[in-house]
């Protein structure tokens, strides 16, 4: 009877180890990303952007991918339209879904792109 109380705890210990090591802040807001003095030129409205950056954990432990990075899904949205300069009104959001055998926390930017518009 001991014995079987001592593997629940050290089995309920690991998963509540575990599930700590995924815990992340979800969501906040910036009104625009860093613009430097040389690019105080006039903005257009270019549209709609989202980046995304993923990261995969085997057993919810071994990583797969890269880890996840704010800046990585910034970048990737800026290059979603060509000419983006700044983001605007930038919503960052950190998810995190846990499937069976593996996990995945993603972050997610979704913003309004503005830059010089792009001459065809």
């Known amino acids: 009877m001991l014995k079987s109380f001592k593997l629940q705890l050290i089995v ?22 860093y613009q430097t003095p040389a690019q105080q030129e006039r903005l257009v409205n270019l549209g709609p952007v989202v980046g995304e950056s993923c990261q995969t954990q085997f057993l919810y432990l071994v990583p797969i991918d890269e880890s996840v990075s704010t800046l990585a899904a910034i970048n990737q949205a800026k290059q979603k339209i060509e000419g983006t300069v700044i983001l605007a009104d930038m919503i960052i959001d950190d998810t995190l879904s846990i499937q069976f055998g593996y996990s995945e926390q993603c972050i997610s930017v979704h913003a309004i792109a503005y830059g010089s518009p792009v001459n065809d």
């Open 12 to 33: 309920i210990s690991i998963f509540f180890l575990i599930s700590g090591c995924n815990v992340a802040n979800h969501g906040s807001f910036t009104s625009k990303t």
